[in-house]
T-cell receptor
Framework: TQLLEQSPQFLSIQEGENLTVYCNSS?????LQWYRQEPGEGPVLLVT?????EVKKLKRLTFQFGDARKDSSLHITAAQPGDTGLYLC???????????????FGQGTILTVHP | KAGVTQTPRYLIKTRGQQVTLSCSPI?????VSWYQQTPGQGLQFLFE???????NKGNFPGRFSGRQFSNSRSEMNVSTLELGDSALYLC????????????FGQGTRLTVV
C-alpha cells in the first residue's frame, strides 16, 4: 500500500513567517504533486516534481523532491494571508493493481496565516 | 482554455434516493477520475474512465457507479443514498498518458438528509 504522510496537520502562523510542510512515504513515487485547496473548491495544482533531488520554485514557494523519490517538502517564505488554505501532496498509484488515473493523497496540511 | 466543469455545485438529497453528478473535462483530456472528499477520510479515489472504459476502481460499494461518453464527459451515480455519502465529490481530468498531472473541478457538494 502506498501511503503519503503529511506533517504538520495544522499550521497557524503570522504574516511574514516562513514554514515548511512535509510529505513522506515508505514507497517510491514516479512523481509527486502539490495542490492547494480553498474551502468548498477543488484542489488547484501548484507543481509536479519528477526527478529525485529536484527543486522547483514558484514565487515564494519552494518544492523539493527527495533523492530517493520517497518524500517531498513545500517551503513558503514570508507567508501572506492569501496563502491560507489546505495543502495536499499526491502521488500516482495506490494499493496493488493498476494506477491509471489514481492519485493517492496525503491527509493535508491546513495553513492559516494571520495578518 | 476552459477548466473542468462540474454540475451541479450543490445538491441536497434524502436517504434512499439516487443522484447523478456530471463532469466535463478539459478539452483534449480523455481521462476522468472521481474522488470523494470528507473531513475524516480526506480524498478517496472512486474510479477512472478513459475513452469510455473504466480502467481503475477504488474501494467503494457498488452503489457508486460511473460512465464516460464519447466526448469524454463523465457522470457518476450514487444509488440508495446513505447519510455517510454526504461529501464533496471531485472530478479530475488528465491527458491519460504517463503524466499523472490532474486538474480538478470545483466539486459537487452533496448533502444527504
Amino acid at each position: 500500500t502506498q501511503l503519503l504522510e503529511q506533517s504538520p496537520q495544522f499550521l497557524s502562523i503570522q504574516e511574514g513567517e516562513n514554514l515548511t510542510v512535509y510529505c513522506n512515504s515508505s514507497s517510491v513515487f514516479s512523481s509527486l504533486q502539490w495542490y492547494r485547496q480553498e474551502p468548498g473548491e477543488g484542489p488547484v495544482l501548484l507543481v509536479t516534481v519528477v526527478t529525485g533531488g529536484e527543486v522547483k520554485k514558484l514565487k515564494r514557494l519552494t518544492f523539493q523532491f527527495g533523492d530517493a523519490r520517497k518524500d517531498s517538502s513545500l517551503h513558503i517564505t514570508a507567508a501572506q494571508p492569501g496563502d491560507t488554505g489546505l495543502y495536499l501532496c499526491a502521488g500516482p498509484g495506490g494499493a496493488g493493481g493498476t494506477s491509471y488515473g489514481k492519485l493517492t493523497f496525503g491527509q493535508g496540511t491546513i495553513l492559516t496565516v494571520h495578518p | 482554455k476552459a477548466g473542468v466543469t462540474q454540475t451541479p455545485r450543490y445538491l441536497i438529497k434524502t436517504r434512499g434516493q439516487q443522484v447523478t453528478l456530471s463532469c466535463s473535462p478539459i478539452s483534449g483530456h480523455r481521462s476522468v477520475s472521481w474522488y470523494q472528499q470528507t473531513p475524516g477520510q480526506g480524498l478517496q479515489f472512486l474510479f477512472e474512465y478513459f475513452s469510455e472504459t473504466q480502467r481503475n476502481k477504488g474501494n467503494f460499494p457498488g452503489r457508486f457507479s460511473g460512465r464516460q461518453f464519447s466526448n469524454s464527459r463523465s457522470e457518476m451515480n450514487v444509488s440508495t443514498l446513505e447519510l455517510g455519502d454526504s461529501a464533496l465529490y471531485l472530478c479530475a481530468s488528465s491527458l491519460g498518458g504517463t503524466s499523472a498531472e490532474a486538474f480538478f473541478g470545483q466539486g459537487t457538494r452533496l448533502t444527504v438528509v
